[in-house]
Structures are given as C-alpha cells and as structure tokens.
C-alpha cells in the first residue's frame, strides 16, 4: 500500500476506534487500536524502521483504550512497552529526555494507583536519574508539548476520582451524565481525553467554591482535610487540561497550586500518620511533574527524591 494511503488508513482507523471510545464501546475501540499498533509497527518496508513515535501514541492509545475496558493488566503492560520506546528514542536523542522524565513520574503515578508500589518506586528512581542527566533549570523552548503531556498523565491520573460508580455519590463539579464520562474528543493533548469532558471548566467553579466553603484548614479533622485535598488536586488537575499560557504564566499559576497541595497533604499525614504517606508521594510527584514542565529540574529531582524516599519506607525491606 503507498505510504499516502497507509496514512489516511491510520487517520481513518484511528479516528474509529476513537469514536467507539467516545461511544462507550471500549473493547471494540481495543481491537480497532491493536490494528493501528500493527500498521505502525509495519510501518517503513522492508528492512525498515517504523516511527517510533507514531508506535509509543498508538500504544499509549491502546494502553487508554485498555483501562476504559477495564483490563487493567493488559493495560499496564501496554504501558511498559511503550515506555521502552520511549527510553530508545531519549537515548538516540537527548532532547527528549525532559519528556521522558516526566512521563515516567506520571506513569508511575497509575502503577502506584494500582498497587503495584514497588515498581511505581522503579519509575520514580528512573526519573530522578533522567533528571540528574539535565541542566539544573531547564530551555523553555518545548515547554507548550510538556504542558501538554502534564495535562494527560494528570487527567489519566486523576480520571478515578471522576468516574461515578458503584452507587458512588457525583463527585462535586461533575456532571452526572453518563455520556460525560467519556473521553471527548479535543479536550485535551492527542485524544487522550477518558473523562475529561466538555463541562470540565465550569465544574472547576464549584470546586473552588467547595474549596472555599473549608474555611482555616487548621481546624479541620483529618476526613475533611482529605477530601479538601482531593479537591485541591482535582483543580490542580483541572486547571492543567484547560490551561493555554505562556511559561512564565505557569511558572506563577499552576506552581504555587501544586506547592498548597503539597502542604495540605504534609499536613494530614502529620495528623493520621497510620495512614501512610501515597497521598503525599502522589502529591509530590504531580509537584515535580509541574517543576519539570518549568525547567525547574534540579528542584524537581529533589521532589521526586523525597516521594521515592517515602515510597521506599512505606514498600519497607524486600
């Protein structure tokens, strides 16, 4: 087949499996993406390379599709595949090593949420490594593509504490459509929208005013300390899929919003410290995350030693 043609074959089939997504036909939105997965893995002839890129955002696609299905092993080791593309294609070119790092903090984020703690740890000490190889503050230059990136592993991460389910009550700013559930096409970076929606800014609004309605966290008990940081999270991660600015802008914005979370959490494992420390690691890796998409990498390395360090504590010896 020409390449003009394999093309429009993988807009077409793409665009499809999207839909059925969008629709709610997860599984055959699965098998729709595992042909595009094969077409970018043929891709290049004989004796050729297929883009890398073109295989890792199929894969990751894939690894979406996999989740909203709810074959969650299927989709963590989709996962990992894709994240060996992605260590080939920094260590054949180092500018793509500040993306890297982030997307290894962020996916561990859903291998953390999926009780595989040790190896979320893994990927948090290899981001620290990827970190270390990088100036101490960052070129700005690709700063919009890992906004970008900040904002689907955020919305990836957070799409739990979005989803109603099992008699669960709509959680405050959402929609209790159950077409809103679905991911939405536009929204957010690629088509990596799975539960973001269409209504995400206005429901931002009730948010802050649940937010609000808090008053002096230090007189709060620890269930209401931990749902204000669950909403402090969600418009952490709210904010980050809506958010179209210039560095300097996220640098004052998005920064200091992730630094309050980070707090509030301190604060509670202060409070409850039989409870563990995975909210504060989650709330340090979205930090170092933020840092990263500002250049901030020193800083952002010394983050993610503390989350590793307490995910460490918290696995204890093997």
């Given at each position: 087949?020409?390449?003009?043609?394999?093309?429009?074959?993988?807009?077409?089939?793409?665009?499809?499996?999207?839909?059925?997504?969008?629709?709610?036909?997860?599984?055959?939105?699965?098998?729709?993406?595992?042909?595009?997965?094969?077409?970018?893995?043929?891709?290049?002839?004989?004796?050729?390379?297929?883009?890398?890129?073109?295989?890792?955002?199929?894969l990751?696609?894939?690894?979406?599709?996999?989740?909203?299905?709810?074959?969650?092993?299927a989709?963590?080791?989709i996962?990992?595949?894709?994240?060996?593309?992605?260590?080939?294609?920094?260590?054949?070119?180092?500018?793509?090593?500040?993306?890297?790092?982030?997307?290894?903090?962020?996916?561990?984020?859903?291998?953390?949420?999926?009780?595989?703690r040790?190896?979320?740890?893994?990927?948090?000490?290899?981001?620290?490594?990827?970190?270390?190889?990088?100036?101490?503050?960052?070129?700005?230059g690709?700063?919009?593509?890992?906004?970008?990136?900040?904002?689907?592993?955020?919305?990836?991460?957070?799409?739990?504490?979005?989803?109603?389910?099992?008699?669960?009550?709509?959680?405050?700013?959402?929609?209790?459509?159950?077409?809103?559930?679905?991911?939405?096409?536009?929204?957010?970076?690629?088509?990596?929208?799975?539960?973001?929606?269409?209504?995400?800014?206005?429901?931002?609004?009730?948010i802050?005013?649940?937010?609000?309605?808090?008053?002096?966290?230090?007189?709060?008990?620890?269930?209401?300390?931990?749902?204000?940081?669950?909403?402090?999270?969600?418009?952490?991660i709210?904010?980050?899929?809506?958010?179209d600015?210039?560095?300097?802008?996220?640098?004052?914005?998005?920064?200091?919003?992730?630094?309050?979370?980070?707090a509030?959490?301190?604060?509670l494992?202060?409070?409850?410290?039989?409870?563990?420390?995975?909210?504060?690691?989650?709330?340090?890796?979205?930090?170092?995350?933020?840092?990263?998409?500002a250049?901030?990498?020193?800083?952002?390395?010394?983050?993610?030693?503390?989350?590793?360090?307490?995910?460490?504590?918290?696995?204890?010896?093997?």
């Amino acid at each position: 087949m020409p390449r003009e043609d394999g093309d429009k074959e993988l807009q077409i089939l793409g665009a499809f499996a999207h839909g059925l997504a969008e629709a709610g036909q997860f599984e055959r939105a699965v098998t729709v993406q595992r042909e595009v997965v094969d077409i970018h893995r043929a891709a290049g002839g004989p004796g050729g390379c297929p883009s890398p890129d073109g295989v890792v955002w199929s894969l990751l696609d894939l690894a979406i599709y996999l989740d909203l299905a709810g074959q969650t092993d299927a989709s963590l080791e989709i996962e990992r595949n894709a994240l060996q593309f992605k260590r080939r294609m920094a260590a054949a070119d180092p500018r793509r090593l500040p993306g890297l790092a982030i997307w290894l903090a962020g996916v561990s984020l859903r291998f953390a949420d999926t009780g595989r703690r040790q190896e979320a740890g893994k990927l948090l000490d290899e981001a620290i490594a990827a970190c270390d190889l990088l100036p101490p503050e960052g070129d700005r230059g690709n700063s919009g593509f890992h906004q970008a990136v900040q904002a689907a592993l955020f919305a990836r991460s957070g799409a739990r504490d979005e989803r109603i389910s099992g008699g669960r009550t709509t959680p405050i700013g959402v929609s209790p459509d159950p077409r809103a559930l679905q991911p939405v096409l536009g929204v957010s970076f690629h088509r990596w929208s799975f539960s973001v929606r269409q209504a995400y800014r206005a429901g931002r609004e009730a948010i802050d005013d649940a937010i609000s309605a808090a008053g002096d966290r230090s007189a709060l008990d620890p269930a209401q300390l931990a749902e204000v940081g669950t909403l402090l999270r969600r418009r952490n991660i709210r904010q980050s899929v809506a958010f179209d600015c210039i560095p300097q802008q996220f640098t004052e914005k998005a920064i200091p919003a992730l630094a309050e979370s980070v707090a509030l959490e301190r604060q509670l494992l202060a409070a409850c410290p039989n409870n563990g420390p995975g909210r504060l690691i989650r709330s340090l890796t979205d930090q170092a995350i933020g840092q990263m998409c500002a250049g901030a990498n020193s800083t952002a390395g010394e983050t993610l030693r503390e989350a590793h360090d307490l995910s460490a504590a918290q696995d204890g010896p093997n």
